[in-house]
């Protein structure tokens, strides 16, 4: 298996840097993504095999495997290794080996990664894995349930033309697609065994999943554990009606977060407000509170886009020098940010002030429009801000002096734009009000930030 080389044309970089690229850019940047993760799984190899004994078994077991997959089926291969909690779960097992003490537990995750691409590939083999918390998760599938198992009891995968089963005893799951039709019990009781799938979004096979399984796909979250199936069936009904409200008004935002996002991660809300976030190494994943209306989670969709696309490029190019400890004010956070933080917003931000303006021409009832017109402003202002102080910091490389400069171009534009009064003295009001809090609650500190 080799890694692909990779070009990202100057056009088309601008045009990702206006918020834009399309599926095309996505296609360039999952590419890249997936020569990251086969870097990464090597590196995993080389060092359990550094370590020897059990660690270096699986690791060599899994590099076989996945490398029979790809001589059969190179596709199998790219869509198991992408799928976003492969890179964290990678990363973690890698920081564990370049320790002085490895074992199985350290490659198990990627002998299940590269079991799964096998059976995508349709080739026969076996494996054997811990039952952990009475599941074998198997990466982008679901998790086969077992009642009764004991914690660290072998269990038997087995993939081939027919399928992928999963045996622990006398016990034997069908594993299943997402979306696939099931005849062996899903979602059992929590004491039961059967297999635990990973639903579609959309409802069928395509589209994201919602992956309220593993842990790996969005980092650091407080999850949600497993839906119940009336809660499932809410999230699928937003999903629907929010990309009607993409097909209507958002056409290529629709095509853009159709090619994005492999999955959503369900997540608590703390305080009960709408939360949405994306991580740099689980490209094509956002992790999300249940969506409350169509419109909310067709914008919290097009804004996480924005920072998957700007994740997978800053592992291309290096477009910031954060200097450690220096922070900065941000107009949609209440806590100081890196400048490379900034950047993400400034870059998110200005998606979000395009999606307001677009949703202008179908808004119809007087509030709506209100709305629209508020929002359109009050971020295009402030995000034109901080996209200033992302170009007066010094801080940015020669790359992403360019890209900022393409940013301001686009907010330039916006800015352009002529804002009804009372919609325009709304947005400048919650601008300072947000200003104004920011400032009493980090007085004690110096941030720079533009005026």
Known sequence: MTAPRHRLGGELFDRIAVGDGGPEAVRILRSAQYSRRLML???????AREHGGSA????????????????SNPTAVVETLTYPSVGPAQLRSLGTLLGPTAGPAD????????????????????????VRHGRVLLPSLGAAQFGGAAH????????????????????????????????????PEPDGTGWLALHGLA?????????????????????TGRLPAAERVRWQRTFA???????????????????????????????????SGSSNETFGCTGMSAPRTALGFALDLAHEAQHNKLAALTHLFDLVDDRPGELFYAPWREDPRPLVGLLHGVYAHLGVARFWLRQLGVAREPAGRQRAWVEFARWRDVTREANGTLLDS??????????????????????????PEPAAARAADLARAHRGRWTRLHATRHHPARP
């Open 203 to 223: 409802g069928d096979g395509n589209g994201p999943v919602l992956d309220d399984l593993d842990p790996d796909a969005f980092p650091a979250s407080a999850g």
């Open 107 to 130: 490659t198990d995750r990627l002998l299940a990664t590269a079991v799964v691409a096998a059976g995508r590939a349709g080739l026969s083999g076996a494996v054997t894995l811990p």
């Open 41 to 47: 799984v090597r590196e995993v190899v080389a060092r």
């Open 241 to 275: 009606r929010a990309r009607r409200v993409l097909r209507i008004a958002h056409p290529e935002q629709l095509a853009e977060v159709g090619e994005v996002f492999r999955a959503v991660v369900p997540v608590l809300s703390p305080d009960f407000r709408d939360l």
């Open 56 to 71: 270096a078994e699986h690791a060599d077991r899994a590099w076989e495997l996945l490398a029979a997959a790809y001589r």
């Open 394 to 419: 010094g801080r940015l490389t020669p790359v992403g002096t360019r890209f900022a400069r393409r940013m301001e171009g686009a907010l330039a534009e916006l800015h352009a734009q002529r804002v």
């Open 152 to 187: 660290g009891e072998p269990a038997c995968v087995r993939t081939g033309p027919a399928g992928t089963t999963v045996s622990v005893g006398g016990q034997r799951v069908r594993a299943l697609a997402p979306g696939a039709a099931s005849t062996s019990p899903e979602d």
